[in-house]
């Protein structure tokens, strides 16, 4: 994933993907909201879009920006166990 945020303020411009199904209304919404790019990593679980069983890499994400930014890390998403994920 490659984010593009303003870095005065850190609103997100705009994003692009490969490989990652995502759900473009969501981020449509946080680009009309001019949501920073904080609320869009820590809510990125939201624009997820992939009905079939595939990995989900919002943790690996998070790391990632955390290494590249660390004066603008973001907090971690707690994974959710096997059993959470089946039962809710």
Same mark, same amino acid.
């Given at each position: 994933?490659? #984010?593009?945020?303003?870095? /005065?303020?850190?609103?997100?411009?705009?994003?692009?993907?490969?490989?990652?199904?995502?759900? +473009?209304?969501?981020?449509?919404?946080?680009?009309?909201? *001019?949501?920073?790019?904080?609320?869009?990593?820590?809510?990125? /679980?939201?624009? +997820?879009?992939?009905?079939?069983?595939?990995?989900? +890499?919002?943790?690996?994400?998070?790391? *990632? #920006?955390?290494r590249k930014f660390p004066t603008d890390?973001?907090?971690?998403?707690?994974? /959710?166990?096997?059993?959470? /994920?089946?039962?809710g």
């Amino acid at each position: 994933m490659h #984010f593009v945020f303003n870095k /005065k303020d850190k609103r997100l411009i705009g994003i692009n993907t490969f490989g990652i199904r995502l759900r +473009h209304e969501v981020f449509d919404q946080w680009l009309t909201d *001019g949501r920073n790019i904080g609320h869009v990593l820590k809510n990125l /679980k939201d624009a +997820h879009f992939d009905p079939e069983f595939h990995l989900r +890499h919002e943790t690996e994400i998070i790391e *990632g #920006f955390n290494r590249k930014f660390p004066t603008d890390s973001v907090g971690s998403v707690a994974k /959710k166990s096997w059993l959470n /994920k089946i039962i809710g």
